[in-house]
């Protein structure tokens, strides 16, 4: 079964300040992942998706992920932390299914709480 | 906007009650999804439907039921709730229902059970 693993529930920057979450999975096929945000009182929203295209991915407002096959793992990043990006940040993975099935099911992290401090 | 619609946005009931939810996927989206969203288990996946049929099933309780309908929508149908079924339910569509789409997400509805 696929699992993911946020570490660190709440992280705490300084505007301006380098933003890193930590993200890492556990597949028994290549995966493919996302990053959500959900902000207060909303659903959520795409971050960015790895398809084993690039490693390195871009996604909107300024945010990155980089898909490490040797470590498991596919943190987000943000160079310069905006008080805008306080909201919290799932890590997904999709599940392909067993015997020639294809599912979209989306295993979730536990979520991290991003706070931007002025 | 995602282009994903649920409604109602909030929903009080009391302990033993039935509801439904709704929820209408984007244009062009064949697949919905249906996840709970709570304090202690997280988010967790429900079930899935593509054009109609269940393609997924995942955590739902018995006491919990989905459809599709032919014009895409879908309800996700809670009886005999329990105060843990109080939790935030999302919607997700996608256009072709496989591990490599995209999901968008609705809006979500708040359901409350007292």
């Known amino acids: 079964a696929q699992s993911v693993t946020q570490l660190g529930s709440h992280v705490s920057v300084s505007e301006g300040a380098l933003v890193l979450l930590r993200c890492n999975y556990s597949s028994s096929v290549p995966p493919y992942l996302f990053w959500y945000v959900q902000y207060p009182n909303q659903g959520l929203q795409l971050l960015l998706k790895?398809?084993?295209?690039?490693?390195l991915v871009k996604g909107i407002n300024g945010f990155e992920a980089e898909f490490k096959k040797s470590e498991t793992s596919f943190h987000l990043t943000k160079p310069s932390a905006h008080m805008s990006d306080a909201a919290e940040y799932f890590c997904a993975v999709s599940d392909r299914g067993a015997g020639g099935t294809s599912y979209g099911k989306l295993t979730f992290g536990q979520g991290t709480i991003l706070t931007v401090h002025p | 906007d995602s282009g994903v619609t649920q409604t109602p946005k909030h929903l009080i009931t009391a302990t033993g009650q039935r509801v439904t939810l709704r929820c209408s996927p984007r244009s062009g989206d064949l697949s919905v999804y249906w996840y709970q969203q709570s304090l202690d288990q997280g988010l967790q996946f429900l079930i899935q439907?593509?054009?109609?049929?269940?393609?997924a099933k995942g955590n739902i309780l018995e006491r919990f039921s989905a459809q599709q309908f032919p014009d895409l929508h879908s309800e996700l149908n809670l009886s005999s709730l329990e105060l843990g079924d109080s939790a935030l339910y999302f919607c997700a569509s996608s256009v072709g229902g496989t591990y490599t789409d995209t999901q968008y997400f609705g809006p979500g509805t708040r359901l409350t059970v007292l």
């Open positions: 790895y398809t084993s295209a690039a490693t």
């Open positions: 439907y593509y054009n109609g049929e269940e393609r």
